[in-house]
């Protein structure tokens, strides 16, 4: 059976009815599990093993909760969990200027990202 490529989203929790992320995701073929910054490591040990771990950077350019997020990639960069997976820290302003989410995933994940279910 196949099934859809996974991408798991870590925010700060505070989402807005323009959240257009997972509309976006799902646009590409790609299901994505969205949890807050303080629940990823439970989430994590229980859902399957994503295909790429994007973690929406607060807007703010700097500051204790920016550099929280950080922190998380560099440790999951590192982590025999989720060695492999694709580590992304997006924000909005830097996916606008790359050409969207689909352009920034073909290039930290590879073409095959957005081809399509996982066999």
Known sequence: MNALRKV???????RGDDDLLSIELAELGLSSVTTSFEAADEVLG???????ILLRMPQERSGE???SF???ACSL?????TCGIPVIEWD???????GGISAILRTEVGPQAVAGPEL
Do not use: K, N, T, Y
């Open 8 to 14: 798991l989203v870590v925010d700060s929790g505070r």
């Open 46 to 52: 229980v859902i399957e093993r994503p295909s790429a």
């Open 65 to 67: 909760e920016r550099d």
């Open 70 to 72: 950080r922190q998380l």
């Open 77 to 81: 960069r590192v982590s025999e969990r």
């Open 92 to 98: 909005e302003d830097a996916a606008m200027m790359a």
